[in-house]
């Protein structure tokens, strides 16, 4: 079973400026709750036990969120409010099961997932972007389901629109079913006319431990990133079953300004 889930954490947030200036878009509320707790719950849910956030100095206040003790003790005990001491109990329930690994270079995701080497414990692990949310669905528990089915690497995809491929990772899909299909290539960003379909990747990776040993021979990619999909394109290449999960749910982007107003729309209007 998957135990285990990164969360990169590190990047700078510019998309999101001017209010990443004083906050890390991951703690942004979307409808009171900040962003990163619907990756924690989404995680649990599917049976996550512990996560590693890679996060950089400039990040810190992201750990600070969960381990504000001393703020929580002092309010609760001034002004016994049930619905602070909730809160906190959700705080420190999560706090037991974070890690925090630091990146304080910008050199990719890939980077980011080798920094964690350390701390994998099983043959595979969970990675999620905590800036695409997916609502109405537990992406990840469906991942984990299809995981243990076929023992192979998972991948969460969507289709989109084939003239906005070039913003997306790409998968060249083969023996598709209804909602999966075996993944032969993965293609970051390419043209229209080179794009092998319109399934792209959205944020949920379950990636085998032994990824960590292509990222490390890997060399710099565009913008002097260490890249993960040339990763998995290795693993592929050599045999490797990686299948493309078309996830039932809803998905959002928060990592835009537009993004991050709308999802709280749609998340308001669940309630």
């Known amino acids: 079973m998957i135990k285990q889930a990164i969360i990169p954490l590190a990047g700078l947030g510019t998309r999101m400026l001017p209010l990443t ?19 924690l ?12 956030f890679v996060i950089s100095k400039k990040k810190e206040n992201i750990k600070k969120y969960f381990y504000n003790d001393q703020f929580y003790q002092k309010i609760i005990k001034q002004k016994k409010d049930k619905k602070i001491k909730q809160i906190y109990t959700k705080i ?15 050199k990719g995701t890939g980077d980011a997932i080798l ?3 350390n701390y994998i414990k099983g043959n595979y692990f969970l990675m999620l972007f905590p800036d695409d949310l997916i609502i109405n669905q537990n992406c990840s528990k469906e ?10 690497a998972v ?31 993965v293609v970051e960003k390419p043209k229209k006319s080179q794009a092998p379909s319109n399934f792209a990747i959205i944020g949920r990776y379950i990636l085998p431990k032994k990824i960590m040993k292509y990222l490390k021979n890997l060399k710099p990619g565009q913008g002097k990133e ?4 040339d990763a998995i394109r290795k693993l592929i290449k050599q045999g490797d079953k990686f299948l493309g999960n078309i996830f039932k749910g809803k998905y959002l982007d928060c990592g835009t300004i537009t ?13």
Not at 41 to 52: L, P, Q, S, T
Not at 259 to 271: A, D, E, H, R, V
């Open 92 to 106: 420190k329930k999560y706090k037991k099961m974070i890690k925090f690994v630091y990146q304080n270079s910008p």
């Open 155 to 185: 991948i969460a995809t969507k289709t989109v629109n084939r003239n906005s491929v070039s913003r997306w990772g790409i998968l060249a899909p083969k023996n598709k079913k209804k909602n999966t299909f075996q993944i032969y290539d």
């Open 21 to 39: 200036t004083v906050i890390p878009k991951e703690l942004l509320p979307i409808n009171g709750k900040p962003n990163l707790e619907y990756i």
């Open 115 to 117: 920094k964690c080497k």
């Open 41 to 52: 719950d989404e995680c649990i849910e599917a049976g996550i036990k512990e996560f590693i």
């Open 226 to 229: 260490i890249h993960i999909t």
């Open 143 to 152: 991942m984990v389901r299809l995981h243990k089915k076929t023992k192979g």
């Open 259 to 271: 993004g991050y107003i709308n999802s709280g729309n749609q998340i308001y209007k669940q309630k």
